[in-house]
């Protein structure tokens, strides 16, 4: 399996990204006067994928946001590493796709965006894509627009936007949540190659148990509102994973604990 997986991605010319851990330091944010978070810390280390798992509200995208430089905080610190979010290369990949792509830009104009923001030449920007659109194995034309594709398909482009400037630290915030079960499996797949093969810190937030235990080497499990970390269910099944994982004691011991604090913090 490991062979294949290799095969498919082979070591990339390029340096590999920097793998930064994540430190939040007594971060507080309010709403309305009410605290979503109250002096919360908080360390993802290195070269970890991390899920994000807790009840409706409980402030996971309020807290990728803040993560991300997305969304202002009233205290605390943020930090990859020693260094403040503006200096990392970040990718990020929206819930909602159908708000995320720019409608009047091309699937691949999409796709280069952040490249072009980083001032890298048209000639690099088409390597780059056509590098993604090969590892990803896309079979669509990408000089559509967004409309004209499949959900799913508008999904993979956002990813592919969030991975082409080489990021050293991905967000995903629910990138299944509107996928059929296919296209879901496939993104999963896509995702795990990417990390085994990068080694970039991966932060996903799902409502699905299965996904997020699949992908992640730690589980963050939040309460509800003001929120702390509830506990971190370890997930230390070697990568790549596949369909035999599901079955393996270890997964099934890491979900049912996932879902015990999760049933404990819901029913609180
Ligand atoms: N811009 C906002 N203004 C007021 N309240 C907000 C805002 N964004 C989020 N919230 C509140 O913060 C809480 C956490 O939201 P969110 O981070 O979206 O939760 P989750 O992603 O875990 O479902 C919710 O109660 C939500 O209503
Ligand atoms: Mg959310």
Request: net charge neutral; hydrophobic share 40%; charged share 25%.
């Given at each position: 399996?490991h062979a294949s997986v290799?095969?498919?991605?082979p070591?990339?010319t390029?340096?590999a990204?920097?793998?930064p851990a994540?430190?939040?330091k007594?971060?507080?944010?309010?709403?309305?006067g009410?605290?979503?978070?109250?002096?919360?810390?908080?360390e993802?280390?290195a070269?970890?994928?991390?899920?994000?798992?807790?009840?409706?509200?409980?402030g996971?995208s309020?807290?990728?946001?803040?993560m991300?430089?997305?969304?202002?905080?009233?205290?605390?610190?943020?930090?990859?590493d020693?260094?403040d979010v503006?200096?990392?290369?970040?990718?990020?990949?929206?819930?909602?796709?159908?708000e995320a792509?720019?409608?009047w830009?091309?699937?691949?104009?999409?796709?280069e965006?952040?490249?072009?923001?980083?001032?890298m030449?048209?000639?690099?920007?088409?390597e780059?894509?056509h590098?993604?659109?090969?590892?990803?194995?896309?079979?669509?034309?990408l000089?559509r627009?967004?409309?004209?594709?499949s959900?799913?398909?508008?999904?993979l482009i956002?990813?592919?936007r969030?991975?082409a400037p080489?990021?050293?630290?991905?967000?995903?915030?629910?990138p299944?949540s509107?996928?059929?079960?296919?296209?879901?499996l496939?993104?999963?797949e896509k995702?795990q190659?990417?990390?085994?093969?990068s080694?970039v810190?991966?932060?996903?937030?799902?409502h699905?148990?299965?996904?997020?235990?699949?992908?992640?080497?730690r589980?963050?499990?939040l309460?509800r509102?003001?929120?702390?970390?509830?506990?971190v269910?370890?997930?230390?099944l070697?990568?790549p994973?596949t369909?035999?994982?599901?079955h393996?004691?270890?997964?099934?011991?890491?979900?049912?604990?996932?879902?015990?604090?999760?049933?404990r913090?819901?029913r609180r």
């Amino acid at each position: 399996m490991h062979a294949s997986v290799e095969a498919i991605y082979p070591t990339p010319t390029t340096t590999a990204p920097r793998r930064p851990a994540v430190t939040v330091k007594g971060l507080s944010k309010f709403f309305g006067g009410q605290p979503l978070y109250d002096r919360f810390d908080l360390e993802i280390p290195a070269g970890s994928f991390t899920s994000i798992f807790g009840p409706n509200g409980c402030g996971k995208s309020t807290l990728i946001n803040m993560m991300a430089g997305l969304a202002p905080y009233d205290a605390g610190q943020i930090l990859f590493d020693e260094r403040d979010v503006r200096d990392v290369t970040i990718g990020y990949v929206f819930q909602n796709y159908r708000e995320a792509l720019f409608p009047w830009r091309r699937a691949f104009e999409n796709i280069e965006y952040p490249l072009k923001i980083q001032g890298m030449n048209t000639t690099q920007r088409r390597e780059r894509v056509h590098e993604l659109v090969e590892q990803f194995d896309v079979r669509f034309d990408l000089n559509r627009y967004p409309y004209e594709f499949s959900g799913g398909q508008q999904q993979l482009i956002s990813i592919l936007r969030a991975l082409a400037p080489h990021p050293e630290v991905v967000f995903l915030d629910e990138p299944f949540s509107a996928l059929d079960y296919e296209m879901t499996l496939f993104i999963r797949e896509k995702l795990q190659s990417v990390f085994v093969q990068s080694g970039v810190t991966m932060i996903l937030v799902s409502h699905d148990l299965e996904d997020a235990v699949y992908l992640a080497d730690r589980v963050l499990m939040l309460t509800r509102r003001p929120t702390r970390v509830a506990a971190v269910v370890p997930c230390e099944l070697p990568y790549p994973r596949t369909d035999a994982t599901l079955h393996h004691p270890q997964f099934i011991a890491a979900k049912r604990r996932s879902l015990e604090v999760f049933q404990r913090e819901v029913r609180r």
